[in-house]
């Protein structure tokens, strides 16, 4: 495609993917915005149009990283069908398959320092990924007397913590490889220690 040639909405999305491409070259910090504008065959004023910089940019492409990361989180949960540990379990998954099928998105979401809540379209959409393993955490307690369930943010971020340590086990590095279990192992097992911890699951 020609420099410049991008219709208006083809542009700002063509950014993002040249975007992707770069992090997962070289990390969500060691490009530039003239780079960007380079990969997309577009001229280095091009990305202004759209953006007003190299972290807007970046929070663009966060924003649209997290709404499939929880569009993966609700679809995985489905309403908490067949059980809800089956189902929460299945959340952890889709964690781990999101990291390992869309890398770029998921070092500028958790790995570019930038300020979630400075952006209010940013925030919207990383709370959504927050508030589907919160409803999962939910449920996993919905049979427990009140006074005996946890707080569901709690163990929402918890197990957000947990699934995030083995993504870096497994990833830059792979000094998870050494482990004589998967990935998908060590998360679903560390979940099931943590949730008999809780007195959730016997």
Known sequence: MARDSYHHGNLRQALVEATVSLIEDKGPMAFTLAEAARQAGVSAAAPYRHFSGREQLLEEVARQGFLDFAARLEAAFDEGRPSALSAFLRMGQAYLGFAAEKPGFYMAMFEAGLSIAGNADLAAAAERAEAALVRGAEA???????????????????????????????????????????????????????????????
């Open 140 to 202: 996993l307690f919905a049979r427990l007397p009140a006074d005996r369930r946890p707080p569901p943010s709690m163990v929402a971020n918890h197990v957000w913590a947990l699934s995030h340590g083995v993504v870096e086990l497994f990833r830059r590095g792979r000094p998870g490889a050494r482990s004589p279990i998967s990935a998908d192992q060590m998360l679903e097992s560390g979940v099931l220690i943590y949730l008999r911890g809780l007195g959730v699951i016997e």
